[in-house]
């Protein structure tokens, strides 16, 4: 089973650039969550979705947007890539919303 | 969102018993115990969870407060691979199912 897939693992952007985080999940869970990880930090709701075509704002969504047209799809959207953005963002999945989370394995983005 | 306070760090030797420690003295009566771990360079991963009672699974245990305001997690005999940050979280009891990290406890297993 791949359970929850993120690419690209690694990538640098420069300012002003933009660019589309994919995470795909196959455990055919209905919700799903972007989440972002800054150096020594805990980890901070972006967006999430309890199921296609619904989305919803987290704790920090300026600067991103999402979509969900598939249950197996939810790509996180950077639109003119600033500094601060610069962080580990980890996609997450989950049945219903219970409890076993399952993480992908993150994308290191780097904004210079 | 009910808020949950760990230590920031916690040192164990190998092969000894490891309580890490969690107080939520604000959950309300519905808000479910979650416990993450993230090992490094990696994604969290799910631990255990529980609601009133003590639990446990192939990974840990959990015991909660009689209150709740208060829960610690148990890793029976502490392994150099149970070096990691434990987040304890209180599930949000919307429909939603966010789950919202705090800073964690990074603990330290020593051989």
């Known amino acids: 089973n791949a359970g929850v897939t993120q690419t690209p693992k690694f990538r640098i952007l420069k300012i002003g650039q933009s660019m589309t985080l994919q995470c795909a999940q196959d455990m055919n869970h209905n919700y799903m969550y972007w989440y972002r990880q800054d150096p020594g930090m805990g980890l901070k709701l972006i967006y999430y979705s309890v199921g296609a075509g619904i989305t919803d704002k987290g704790e920090v969504p300026n600067g991103y947007n999402v979509s969900r047209s598939t249950t197996e799809d939810f790509p996180l959207r950077l639109e003119l890539a600033a500094p601060s953005q610069t962080s580990v963002y980890f996609c997450?999945?989950?049945?219903?919303?219970?409890?076993?989370?399952?993480f992908g394995s993150g994308t290191r983005l780097t904004v210079v | 969102d009910a808020k949950t306070t760990q230590p920031n760090s916690m040192e164990s030797n190998e092969e000894e018993p490891v309580h890490l420690p969690c107080n939520h003295s604000?959950?309300?009566?519905?808000?479910?115990i979650h416990w993450y771990r993230q090992l490094p360079s990696q994604g969290p991963e799910y631990v255990i969870h529980?609601?009133?009672s003590n639990v446990n699974n192939r990974m840990a245990s959990l015991a909660i407060a009689e209150d709740r305001k208060s829960s610690t997690l148990i890793l029976h005999r502490a392994t150099l691979r149970d070096a990691a940050v434990y987040y304890c979280i209180l599930r949000d009891t919307s429909n939603t199912g966010k789950l919202i990290f705090g800073q964690g406890t990074t603990l330290q297993v020593k051989p």
């Open positions: 529980g609601l009133t």
């Open positions: 604000t959950i309300s009566g519905t808000d479910y």
């Open positions: 997450a999945s989950s049945h219903g919303g219970g409890p076993g989370y399952t």
